[in-house]
């Protein structure tokens, strides 16, 4: 008895400090970053280092700007001048603009 005692508290022990993951747990499908306000006004061009589009599990599709400080700012999909910051800086449907 006290053999399998010892046993049963060693395995738990084991799998208490083991870091390894089941793969399955390893990538993750979750959404990084979703949007629930947006800002409705455009800043200078010269103040985006980034863009990119949320995760498509988000319940409101939208763009996140970063700018050259590293603030993140938040624009509906349907903005006008979000989307034409992304297509610019993403090659699509070039749209005139000059970053």
């Known amino acids: 008895m006290k053999t399998l005692c010892f046993a049963l508290g060693l395995l738990l022990l084991i799998a208490c400090c083991c870091d390894a993951m089941p793969q399955a747990l390893q990538y993750s499908t979750a959404p990084g970053n979703c949007c629930f306000n947006f800002y409705t006004r455009s800043i200078p061009l010269k103040r985006v280092s980034d863009i ?21 700012i938040c624009y509906n999909q349907t903005f006008q001048w979000a989307l034409d910051v992304y297509n610019q800086l993403h090659n699509t449907e070039g749209s005139g603009l000059q970053l």
Do not use: M, Y
Request: aromatic share 4%; proline share 5%.
């Open 52 to 72: 990119s589009k949320t995760h498509r599990a988000c319940l409101k599709p939208a763009f996140i700007v970063q700018t050259i400080k590293g603030k993140q």
